[in-house]
């Protein structure tokens, strides 16, 4: 649903409704055959059936005002609730020369909620001088999202001292979140057809994470027995400044847009729970960008594109909490990760 307001005066309106259910059904098999020396013979089986519904609401709008014809601003609002449901049942069976070894049955069941709501608000100055530009962009956003989740697993080992392992856990996680953003830039024409760009931008990321986790307490019959390994506390606060220059070339077919950026990344991770810990970490980053269009005629153009970008681990990579959703393939945070530094072309 979309609605839309101008007249002859400085202010304009747009806003939107937006609503979608998705409802998937994922049914996978999977056999892998173990070919070197000390797992030869061996075989594992798997069958795996995962449906799941995603709910989204999304409200934003667009607010326009022109103070005058030098000077405006832009401000867009952005709300959005994310519902989501899903399970996962897996059986799988190892076997050595067709004898069973071990079989496995896991039972995962999460129920997701997550509301957001971010905002950008941009401001733009025109100098007498035809393109001489100031502007400064403010993003802010606030995320949380919460959520339980239930584990059963069985694994029973055949071979050696016949064992039977079961889980039966239940989880409770919440994550709130809070970013903002701000960038200057200016722009100074050198010719016609040629410009400069200089831009700072400081960015901030925060993000508090409490996940824990029950066993099944068969005397109360409830969730009571809190399983420390499984629980963690975890703050997170992520700090960028990046400085920009750039140089802009307009042809008569062709364009050129060139970038070199550097930036400091500041990461401090703090957990609190089950034991206090912390990590601080600095990183320096060359970041360039080259764009060049070329339009041949109508309908014909060649775009050459190269980009890099840095990206901070998400909260759930840093923490060093298990994760034990595959009870024979446990994994954890890793609190000493790097940013990824990506290069597309």
Same mark, same amino acid.
Not at 159 to 178: A, I, K, T
Not at 324 to 342: F, V
């Given at each position: ?21 998705? #409802?998937?059904?994922? #049914? ?25 519904? =995603?709910? +989204? ?23 959005? &609730? ?40 941009? &401001? ?5 001088? $035809? ?5 400064? +962009? ?13 584990? &059963? ?49 400081? /960015? ?34 992520? *700090? ?13 077919? /062709? ?28 990183? =320096? ?7 060049? $269009? ?12 190269? $980009?890099?970008?840095? =990206? ?10 298990? +994760? ?5 393939? *446990? ?15």
């Amino acid at each position: 649903v979309n609605y839309s307001y101008q007249d002859d005066g400085p202010l304009k309106f747009s806003g939107s409704y937006f609503f979608n259910q998705s #409802d998937n059904d994922q #049914d996978e098999s999977v056999f892998r055959n173990f070919t070197l020396p000390r797992t030869e013979g061996q075989t594992y089986s798997e069958t795996s059936i995962s449906p799941s519904r =995603n709910i +989204n609401h999304r409200l934003s709008g667009e607010i326009e005002y022109s103070i005058n014809d030098k000077n405006s601003i832009i401000m867009r609002p952005r709300l959005t &609730f994310q519902d989501n449901s899903g399970s996962g049942i897996v059986n799988g069976f190892t076997r050595l020369d067709g004898a069973l070894l071990n079989s496995t049955f896991t039972e995962n069941t999460s129920f997701l909620e997550a509301l957001s709501f971010s905002n950008n608000l941009l &401001f733009r100055h025109s100098f007498d001088k $035809r393109g001489r530009t100031f502007s400064i +962009n403010v993003n802010t956003g606030v995320n949380g999202n919460s959520g339980d989740s239930f584990l &059963f697993s069985e694994n029973i080992f055949y071979s050696g001292n016949n064992q039977d392992l079961e889980l039966d856990q239940f989880g409770d996680q919440e994550v709130q979140g809070f970013n903002m953003s701000a960038n200057a830039t200016y722009t100074e024409p050198l010719t016609e057809k040629s410009s400069l760009l200089a831009s700072y931008r400081y /960015g901030y990321q925060y993000n508090d994470s409490r996940r824990e986790s029950f066993d099944f307490n068969e005397g109360t019959n409830e969730y009571t027995d809190l399983n420390l390994p499984l629980s963690n506390t975890f703050e997170n606060d992520y *700090i960028t400044h990046v400085g920009t220059l750039g140089y802009n070339l307009r042809g008569t077919k /062709g364009t050129l847009t060139l970038r070199a950026s550097l930036q400091k990344a500041i990461l401090d991770n703090d957990q609190t729970f089950p034991v206090e810990d912390n990590v601080d970490r600095t990183f =320096n980053n060359f970041i360039p960008s080259i764009v060049y $269009r070329y339009r041949f005629e109508r309908g014909k153009s060649l775009n050459i594109i190269y $980009r890099a970008r840095t =990206n901070a681990p998400s909260v759930g990579q840093l923490q060093s909490v298990i +994760n034990n959703t595959d009870p024979l393939n *446990i994994s954890s945070g890793n609190p000493l990760l790097d940013q990824s530094y990506t290069h597309t072309a």
